[in-house]
T-cell receptor, first 123, second 107 residues
């Protein structure tokens, strides 16, 4: 059974930093791409970032590019999201999820999802 | 970037009713369209991928149709446990994007 456990969320002041972690079990981490998706309180889902296991290419939403960095550690089956220069609008639950492929491409849909970790940016 | 628009934003229906939710992409995504169910306080759960392929374990009352820019999620007979918010998501190109969600309630 695939399981994902996110951690690292918390309360941080605007301009501060946090590093989120997502540790996976039950699948071959190094073969999959991984993504982070967030959900602001009472709002919809927003894709944030993804990293390809092959080559380690990283992709970002415009809203976080230049402030967030995704990385992976295959030996620990863990993906990280380093978040710098945090803003109030980054307040959200952050979910990690493996990218799954259907047809062509490298990240077509997300399954399964972790339980999420809450990031609150406030003074 | 591809924009995803869902309608309606909410609906209320009776147990046993047929429910349909629409999702439109701002440009063609062939069949790279996925549907998720999110119950209150829980993480999203994949229902359908590739526009019409039911994820393992998902009840057969759920179905998906469509291609290019217009897609539909149908619940053939609404059950109390289907109360949730439903999101579509395009997997055609980055940035991957979601619809705004449809909240389904029991009348």
């Amino acid at each position: 059974e695939v399981q994902l456990l996110e951690s690292g969320g918390g309360l941080v002041q605007p301009g501060g930093s946090l590093r989120l972690s997502c540790t996976a079990s039950g699948f071959t981490f190094s073969r999959d791409a991984m993504s982070w998706v967030r959900q602001a309180p009472g709002k919809g889902l927003e894709w944030v970032s993804a990293i390809r296991s092959i080559g380690g290419s990283a992709f970002y939403a415009d809203s976080v590019r230049g402030r967030f960095t995704i990385s992976g550690d295959n030996s620990r089956n863990t993906v990280y999201l380093q978040m710098n220069s945090l803003r109030a609008e980054d307040t959200a639950i952050y979910y990690c999820a493996p990218c799954q492929v259907w047809g062509t491409g490298w990240c077509n849909y997300f399954d399964p999802w972790g339980q999420g970790t809450l990031v609150t940016v406030s003074s | 970037d591809i924009q995803m628009t869902q309608s309606p934003s909410s609906l209320s229906a009776s147990v046993g009713d047929r429910v349909t939710i629409s999702c439109r992409a701002s440009q063609t995504i062939t069949t790279y369209l996925n549907w998720y169910q999110q119950k209150p306080g829980k993480a999203p759960n994949l229902l359908i991928y590739g526009a019409s392929t039911l994820q393992t374990g998902v009840p057969s009352r759920f179905s998906g149709t469509g291609s290019a820019t217009d897609f539909t999620l149908t619940i053939s007979s609404l059950q109390p446990e289907d109360v949730a918010t439903y999101f579509c998501q395009q997997g055609s190109s980055t940035p991957l994007s979601f619809g705004g969600g449809t909240k389904v309630e029991i009348k």
